[in-house]
């Protein structure tokens, strides 16, 4: 069936990396992308990878992609206070029932001064 | 500026009420969305729509309802047959597939 899977919360120290993990059910997923929800607002795209590259890199964030095992990871170098936020991963299946964009429940990061 | 537009920020419904949610988006995008988000629960989808007059249930239909007579718009009608209603509401447009979605900042709907 069509499921996104990520764990709900993770904690860290600022200046530490966050790592945020994610896996999908459909191979056929064309992009792969991660969205940050801060308190009250709607989502904004962060970053999104095609699924013929195994990683991305912008500035603080690195994504990888195991298009094997269906894991899509988010990484934050140098994590701030203003990266305290809901992470979302989200596949593209062709053909699916959702319109083609399936979301997972969401990963709180909580970052310690 | 494009982008897309929720409306209202905050809305209390008396129990028994329908109350229209507004989502409007200049982006000119074929595809809309509306979402439940609750804590804890991520994002549910509500409904759904790729072209104009056509719109399709998602996981979580009943008791709302919602309309595509334009492609710039997508109200969404909570209806006092939805026992639940309270919630924060998010609206969401693509160009196509494979198209990354962009988000209104959400409607809070409060029953009082």
């Known amino acids: 069936g069509e499921d996104v899977e990520q764990s709900l919360f993770l904690s860290v120290r600022e200046g530490d990396s966050s790592v945020i993990n994610c896996t999908y059910t459909?191979?056929?997923?064309?992009?792969l992308y991660w969205y940050k929800q801060e308190p009250g607002a709607g989502l904004q795209l962060l970053t999104y990878?095609?699924?013929?590259?195994d990683m991305k890199q912008d500035q603080r964030l690195t994504v990888l992609l195991n298009k094997k095992d269906k894991h899509l990871s988010l990484r934050i170098a140098d994590t701030q206070t203003g990266d305290s936020a809901i992470y979302f991963c989200a596949e593209t299946p062709r053909g699916g029932s959702q319109g083609n964009l399936i979301f997972g429940k969401g990963t709180k990061l909580s970052v310690k001064p | 500026d494009g982008g897309i537009t929720q409306s209202p920020k905050y809305l209390f419904r008396k129990e028994g009420q329908n109350v229209t949610l507004s989502c409007e988006q200049n982006l000119n995008h074929d595809a809309m969305y509306w979402y439940r988000q609750d804590p804890g629960q991520g994002l549910r989808l509500i409904y759904y729509?790729?072209?104009?007059?056509?719109?399709q249930k998602g996981d979580i239909a009943e008791g709302y309802s919602v309309s595509r007579e334009k492609k710039e718009s997508f109200p969404l009608t909570v209806t006092s047959a939805q026992k639940n209603p309270t919630a924060f509401y998010l609206c969401?447009?693509?160009?196509?597939?494979?198209?990354?979605?962009?988000f209104g900042q959400g409607t809070r709907l409060t029953v009082v």
């Open positions: 969401a447009s693509r160009l196509q597939a494979d198209t990354e979605a962009f």
């Open positions: 990878i095609f699924s013929n590259m």
């Open positions: 459909d191979s056929s997923s064309t992009y």
């Open positions: 729509s790729q072209i104009v007059n056509d719109f």
